[in-house]
């Protein structure tokens, strides 16, 4: 596939993107006679139709995401059985491992912290299903399903359903949000919400107040789903806000109800990370403490919090643009190396679309025209603006740039719909390298064995199997030890 998709994909998607958006290439290619034909052959689909490949994509999605689900990726991320462990300790005793009352920041694993939304999601299931591999990831699987209908209904309010199709075309078989969604990692939740919210955010504009107060409460909470929301979400907010408030869609009250509604829920972490930047003494509302932790590494990881903050700022910015517009490389369970995180011949496409929708944008304002692409596309490339300066902060690691990627996926969408627009025939070759790609996906996620072997060496996998088959034994010391070849790890307890 790598060379199939080096060497042949990206290439084509080239010529196509030249092809339907420069005119006289279009022109020129519509006067062949077998493609005149063709495009006289393809039609988008209507009706009956429309609903069947809708019910077929869904299915698709939804069958990728669960089967061997449990399974696989082999193994348990630490951060996903951490998460679970202060489920299960908050959930017995209304204390994290540590003995703090609900914190909104977990201690976790002392030298550095973890989020707590996860967890919190967590303590229902681990209460019904136990505290098992299955348990720890369902709600990761529940949040990443709920999101092709959302993703859908987005794209339709803004451009109608055929441009809803597409998108869910696209987020369905998307690389990232597949893999994304079989492990348990608190920071992949902050994607889903941030998407949540932006859908409640457009339908607020729309004098669905409820929503629009909705989605304040919904992006509060992505300060608990992930820390650097902390940076994203206001610069989303505040260009929403201008937007919002120049376009005359929400008022001064309502402005001043939303800023109260994010303040109140997102307030309490905001106080965490002062009183951590200040070395405040812990505070406590009511059972909810705010910590203050005497080390924390995370803090060299953040652009903001070096020496020279505007250097790191510039330093992260190609490598957050190597997670979806190149290949910066990362880690063998956020990504497929040959498909990376939206398959190698997207990129192309991304650029395309950002100057398409910019343009289109406007075109739209500048004559005065009111339809839902107007709002839309601009919340989309606000999205984008604030996924990119979370980039600039954390840098290039794909997890920590999930913010980013259903912007690209409804971008990715919108130019494919413009493709089809110009040109049936080149939107119906896109769709084949996509549906050829994705095969490759799940070809080599489900029966390669040796990627499968590769993410379960980072994941720890036997260790679980270890602990469960000893854990009988009568012994005041047990000794875990590593063996087995390079490719496989085999985790041995004995006393």
């Not at 279009?26 to 005149?36: E, G, I, K, P, Q």
């Not at 932006?198 to 608990?224: A, Q």
């Not at 001064?252 to 997102?266: E, M, R, S």
């Not at 060299?300 to 190609?318: C, H, Q, S, T, V």
Request: charged fraction near 15%; proline fraction near 4%.
């Amino acid at each position: 596939m790598e060379f199939l998709t080096n060497w042949v994909f990206i290439p084509l998607m080239v010529v196509l993107l030249a092809v339907s958006f420069y005119e006289p290439l279009r022109s020129r290619a519509l006067s062949w006679r077998h493609v005149a034909a063709l495009e006289r052959r393809l039609h988008a689909p209507q009706g009956k139709v429309y609903w069947g490949v809708f019910a077929l994509v869904m299915l698709t999605g939804v069958f990728v995401r669960c089967y061997r689900f449990a399974e696989l990726p082999l193994g348990l991320n630490q951060d996903g059985t951490m998460a679970g462990v202060e489920a299960y300790c908050l959930l017995n005793d209304g204390v994290d491992q540590y003995g703090i009352s609900w914190p909104t920041y977990f201690t976790a694993w002392g030298f550095s912290q973890m989020s707590t939304l996860y967890s919190y999601l967590l303590i229902p299931f681990i209460r019904v299903l136990g505290l098992t591999r299955f348990a720890l990831r369902l709600p990761m699987l529940l949040m990443s399903l709920a999101m092709l209908p959302l993703v859908w209904d987005f794209a339709r309010r803004v451009a109608g359903r055929g441009y809803a199709l597409l998108a869910l075309v696209v987020v369905a078989i998307n690389p990232w949000q597949i893999l994304q969604s079989r492990w348990a990692l608190e920071a992949n939740l902050m994607p889903h919400l941030l998407m949540i919210a932006m859908y409640l955010l457009l339908l607020g504009g729309r004098g669905k107040r409820w929503c629009l107060y909705l989605s304040m409460v919904c992006f509060g909470l992505t300060t608990y789903a992930y820390g650097v929301a902390c940076f994203s979400v206001p610069l989303i907010l505040l260009l929403s806000a201008v937007f919002y408030v120049a376009r005359k869609k929400v008022g001064v009250v309502d402005l001043l109800v939303c800023i109260v509604l994010f303040a109140a829920v997102a307030g309490p972490y905001i106080y965490t990370m002062l009183i951590n930047a200040f070395g405040w003494e812990t505070a406590k509302l009511g059972p909810i403490t705010m910590p203050y932790f005497e080390e924390s590494l995370r803090t060299n990881d953040i652009a903001l919090m070096r020496e020279n903050p505007y250097k790191g700022l510039l330093a992260f910015l190609p490598a957050h643009f190597g997670t979806y517009l190149y290949y910066g490389g990362d880690l063998d369970y956020n990504v497929i190396s040959w498909a990376h995180t939206l398959y190698r011949f997207m990129p192309p496409v991304l650029i395309v679309g950002t100057y398409r929708i910019w343009r289109e944008r406007r075109a739209l304002a500048m004559q005065g025209v009111e339809d839902g692409r107007r709002d839309g596309l601009m919340l989309i490339l606000i999205w984008l603006g604030g996924a990119v300066l979370n980039g600039m902060v954390i840098g290039g690691v794909v997890n920590r740039n999930n913010v980013v990627f259903y912007p690209l996926i409804l971008i990715a969408a919108y130019t494919l719909f413009l493709m089809g627009k110009k040109m049936r025939s080149a939107l119906a070759i896109a769709l084949v390298m996509l549906t050829v790609s994705f095969a490759g996906l799940c070809v080599t996620y489900f029966t390669d064995e040796r990627y499968q072997n590769d993410v379960g060496i980072v994941f720890h996998d036997g260790l679980q199997q270890a602990l469960t088959d000893t854990w009988g034994w009568d012994y005041d010391h047990y000794y875990l030890t590593i063996t087995g070849a390079s490719d496989r790890l085999t985790f041995m307890r004995s006393q």
